[in-house]
């Protein structure tokens, strides 16, 4: 089995900065691609920021410029770091990733969820 477990959520007012972190385990082979998505209440879940293991990145319009996704392979983990906040960034931020098990069975796990609250 695989958990995901995220820490950092918060409340902070406009123009300030969180760090979120996730660390995966369990029975993991290898960890492909991890991420941040995060949803709004009455919205869909959106992609926030993803890194492969070879470190490349991808980032959602919206945040580009102000949050920096980075992952240590070694220690399983994925963070996020978010400056410049705004009210809009308002949400629960799942981890997601893309695991090999040591089964090899490859599977898209999510973390439970941190609130992110940015007040104006």
């Known amino acids: 089995q695989v958990q995901l477990v995220e820490s950092g959520g918060g409340l902070v007012q406009a123009g300030g900065s969180l760090r979120l972190s996730c660390a995966a385990s369990?029975?993991?082979?290898?960890?492909?691609?991890m991420g941040w998505y995060r949803q709004a209440p009455g919205k869909q879940r959106e992609l926030v920021a993803v890194i492969t293991s070879g470190g490349s990145t991808n980032y959602a319009d919206s945040v580009k410029g102000r949050f920096a996704i980075s992952r240590d392979n070694a220690k399983k983990t994925v963070s996020l770091q978010m400056n410049n906040l705004k009210p809009e960034d308002t949400a629960v931020y799942y981890c997601n990733a893309d695991v090999t098990t040591m089964r090899l069975m490859k599977g898209d796990y999510w973390g439970q969820g941190t609130q992110v609250t940015v007040s104006s």
């Open positions: 369990g029975s993991i082979f290898s960890i492909n691609v």
